[in-house]
């Protein structure tokens, strides 16, 4: 085990873990992933939804013809008929409005599952989104063992993969979260070995800026990661991380302008015309009420869907009081300009999807923060930890087994009437375990 990037912080132990053990428990892990796929299988409707079919469509095309052309897919918008909201006329072209890094992370593993199977259908993005999600949890496991001690990684990789919205969301559909999360976790994990081996600075401003490409609210960790280059290592590693990330970023723009004339990409007119439908003057419009909303609403807050999350904190703490020469403090400064960055987001509660939508993109920081907690040493800590455990791990069953369940759309639109969110009497949650009880009487 690599003692250096958080020696200060006094969360690793002196001697170093058994490689053979650290093996053994990585090969195990492979031996599971089919199990985790299938698990993540289990819900097909739950990521079911217009923007991540249509990253869906992207990728197939990509795949098999080489072109991001969805007309073939779409056949009512070649009658004439106005396509969805999640694909756009564009030159005579019907393209989809993700971001063209997200498609891309994709077209490798739908590749492989066109090659094990054969034709690729409509249906297979779930298969692809729960390998995609799968082999998230598995890198992630991979870099906690070289963090923390293994027993501690192995947790905190359980939490994050069936104890988070990882699993009803990332897991789901072909999200930009999704594709995002997959970098940003192999991101971090070169950040934090960076300050022993300087070129691991290259790698993880290539993997922030391709997670950045997928979800552009995420440009504090891209940014952030050359300042903690040009500060803490050798000028040639932190102008090459520079010249990775701008060539990234700089590509990722100009495929946005490229293909729908805009900055923002395919998103532009949603940007636009948010107004028109959802309950909200802008998209972008700051309140501290958002950040609390994504945290605690009944209805979309981080810890109530998964309070063991909670045990992060002194994690993020113990992050903030390192060493400014340790990755740490960087990668903690990080996630909270990503977090913070989602106040200036009117929609704050993300449309109709089950639990905290937006808050995925900080479950990789969160997986950190966890992992660096000081041990809970006391009985009534732990029972708390257990509970919220047990907690988190039922909602995202429920979620699993029971949603849809009716609550985004009744008794009004929650994008229209977002007030519901705070209504303690009547949550997406519970609702969900209503109908969940129900089925199985």
Known sequence: ???????????????????????????????????????????????????????????????????????????????????????????????????????LTFAPI?????????????????????????????????????????????????????ASSHRTLNA???WQHTSSALWMVLGLWAWTRARET?????????????????????????????????RNSDRRSALLTGAVVTAIGGAALAANYALHGSLLGGRAEIVSGIATSHSVTSY?????AHLLGMLVAPSRGLFVYSPVLLFAFPGLLLGLRSRSSEPLQAITVAGLLVFALYGFIATWWAGWVFGPRYMNDLLPFFALWLAIAPPLRRGPARVAFVAALLWSL??????????????NARPANVDKAPERLWDPTDTELGRCLGKLLQNRS
């Not at 250096?4 to 053994?24: D, H, M, V, W």
């Not at 790698?203 to 995420?218: E, Q």
């Not at 972008?284 to 501290?288: E, M």
């Not at 995202?396 to 009716?406: L, Q």
């Open 1 to 103: 085990m690599q003692s250096g990037p958080f020696k200060s912080a006094g969360i690793l132990p002196a001697e170093r873990t058994n490689k053979r053990k650290i093996l053994a428990i990585s090969v195990l892990a492979i031996l599971l992933l089919p199990a985790l796929v299938s698990l993540y299988m289990r819900n097909p409707v739950l990521g079911a939804v217009s923007e991540t079919i249509a990253g869906w469509q992207t990728t197939r095309s990509l795949v098999e013809r080489g072109d991001l052309d969805l007309d073939e897919f779409y056949p009512s918008a070649k009658q004439g008929k106005d396509p969805n909201y999640a694909v756009v006329w564009r030159d005579g072209r019907l393209l989809g409005i993700e971001p063209l890094a997200s498609p």
């Open 110 to 162: 739908a590749w492989m599952v066109e090659t094990a199977q054969g034709p690729l259908g409509p249906n297979d993005f779930v298969r692809v989104s729960a390998i995609t999600a799968a082999l998230t949890v598995f890198l992630l496991l991979l870099w906690l063992l070289q963090t923390v001690p293994p027993g501690r990684a192995i947790l905190v990789t359980v939490i994050f993969a069936l």
């Open 172 to 174: 789901s559909g072909l």
């Open 198 to 230: 300087p070129r691991a600075y290259l790698w993880a401003g290539a993997a922030l800026a391709m997670a950045t490409a997928c979800r552009p609210i995420l440009v504090p960790a891209a940014i952030l990661v050359i300042l903690d280059a040009y």
């Open 284 to 288: 972008f419009s700051f309140s501290p």
């Open 394 to 407: 039922a909602a995202m069953e429920v979620g699993v087994r029971a949603y849809p369940c009716g609550w």
